[in-house]
């Protein structure tokens, strides 16, 4: 199946889309605009080879349902930049490594194999895979291991979140 090229409006367009959701999520996209526009386009091509925006980085199933925590942003994102300053594939960057004063770490795949997900998902059908937090400022919710460096609704910052459930 040839998959046609993205545009450089394409490109141009989702990259203003990642810099906004990192931005909302206390985030930034690398400072190396070269390899963010190769990742940009990398998820624009799986967009089009599997009709979901999986990370260009790993390797997809094809199935969604398999592929929903691979989906950029991905469900390791927020625990990557944390701990390693960037995601698994350093589209996403702490603002301590885009300003410069840190570097990014050699990042360890987080991903379990694809039968550690399967039982994961049994075991937690019905439940909650991951912590509920919510912002005690607005009231925002999120499911996620750590809080966002700052709330997307109001942006206080990740010391104002409470584990929710």
């Known amino acids: 199946m040839k998959i046609d090229e993205p545009s450089i409006e394409e490109i141009d367009a989702l990259e203003e889309v990642l810099e906004n959701e990192a931005s909302s999520h206390g985030y ?3 400072p190396d605009r070269e390899a963010v ?3 940009v386009k990398g998820v624009i091509v799986n967009t089009r080879r599997y009709g979901y925006p999986s990370c260009p980085c790993r390797l997809s199933t094809g199935k969604k349902e398999d592929d929903l ?4 942003p991905c469900d390791y994102r927020d625990a990557d930049v944390i701990a390693y ?3 698994y594939c350093s589209l996403y960057v702490s603002e301590a490594v885009k300003s410069g004063r840190e570097e990014i770490q050699p990042i360890p795949e ?5 039968t550690a997900r399967a039982k994961k998902a049994a075991a937690v059908a019905g439940g909650f895979s991951l912590p509920v937090l919510r912002c005690k400022v607005c009231g925002y919710l999120c499911a996620r291991e750590n809080p966002p460096e700052k709330c997307p609704i109001c942006g206080v910052s990740k010391e104002r979140f409470e584990r929710f459930a």
């Open 110 to 114: 987080r991903r379990p194999p694809r």
């Open 28 to 30: 930034s996209l690398s």
């Open 85 to 87: 300053g960037a995601c």
């Open 37 to 39: 526009r190769a990742l």
């Open 69 to 72: 925590d691979i989906i950029c």
